[in-house]
């Protein structure tokens, strides 16, 4: 079964930092691309950073590069976010997402078998709050 869950959420002041982590489960966490996306009340669901955990290649979201990191531990088959400088307008519910095979960018897609194809497992989400 697969499973994907993400924790380090939580509420910070404008200018701080989080660090989120999506730990993953039942798939071969080298074969996957996996993508952070985010939610917040009433807006639609968008990408925000992806890696494939292959070969290390990260995407970014312009509204978060230069703040927002990508990293993986693949013995750990585990995705994390460094969240600094965080802003009141980044929060939102973080999800992490997992799909065969490499991130299309950082958005809804991956590149699998049969082209752009929509990830397929999803987190339950993390909620992170920015306070100005």
């Known amino acids: 079964e697969v499973q994907l869950v993400e924790s380090g959420g939580g509420l910070v002041q404008a200018g701080g930092s989080l660090r989120l982590s999506c730990a993953t489960s039942?798939?071969?966490?080298?074969?996957?691309?996996i993508g952070w996306f985010r939610q917040a009340p009433g807006k639609e669901r968008e990408g925000v950073s992806c890696?494939?955990?292959?070969?290390?290649?990260?995407f970014y979201a312009d509204f978060v590069k230069g703040r927002f990191t990508i990293s993986s531990d693949n013995a750990r088959s585990t995705v994390f976010l460094q969240m600094n400088n965080l802003q009141p307008e980044d929060t939102a519910v973080y999800y992490c997402?997992?799909?065969?095979?490499?991130?299309?960018?950082?958005?809804?897609?991956?590149?699998?078998?049969?082209?752009?194809?929509?990830?397929?497992?999803w987190g339950q989400g993390t909620q992170v709050t920015v306070s100005s």
């Open positions: 890696i494939n955990s292959s070969d290390g290649n990260t």
């Open positions: 997402a997992a799909e065969w095979h490499y991130c299309s960018g950082y958005g809804r897609y991956v590149r699998g078998r049969g082209g752009l194809e929509e990830y397929d497992y």
């Open positions: 039942g798939f071969t966490f080298g074969d996957y691309a």
